[in-house]
């Protein structure tokens, strides 16, 4: 793929990045205290890199695009997140089952 066309897809879908982003910030709780600037970053990267990796073979540009847009979305909040899924998981576990010893104790005194 020559650098003028991908030049030219990533012009051309620039809106599409930033609507994305626009959704994911809407859905994201504001205790995060994330801006829209910081995912418009990661979109615009995702958009960078599927304008490099596409072939039109695939299909239409703009549905690929849009699933490689969420992905760096997605890349860059998990980033964020010092803790994984799987140890979350067992703190959460860990902390109702401290709860629930710490309630059977009150109600056995």
Not at 25 to 40: A, F, K, M, V, Y
Not at 93 to 104: C, Q, R, T
């Amino acid at each position: 793929m020559t650098y003028s066309l991908v030049v030219d897809l990533t012009s051309e879908h620039l809106e599409l990045a930033r609507r994305t982003a626009r959704n994911f910030h809407r859905r994201l709780p504001t205790s995060i205290g994330l801006n829209l600037c910081d995912l418009e970053s990661a979109a615009n990267y995702g958009l960078v890199q599927a304008s490099f990796c596409y072939q039109a073979s695939v299909g239409n540009f703009e549905g690929y695009a849009e699933i490689r847009i969420r992905g760096s979305i997605l890349d860059y909040l998990r980033s964020l997140n010092p803790i994984g899924c799987s140890k979350r998981k067992r703190i959460q576990l860990f902390d109702a089952a401290v709860g629930e010893s710490g309630a059977s104790l009150l109600r056995k005194s």
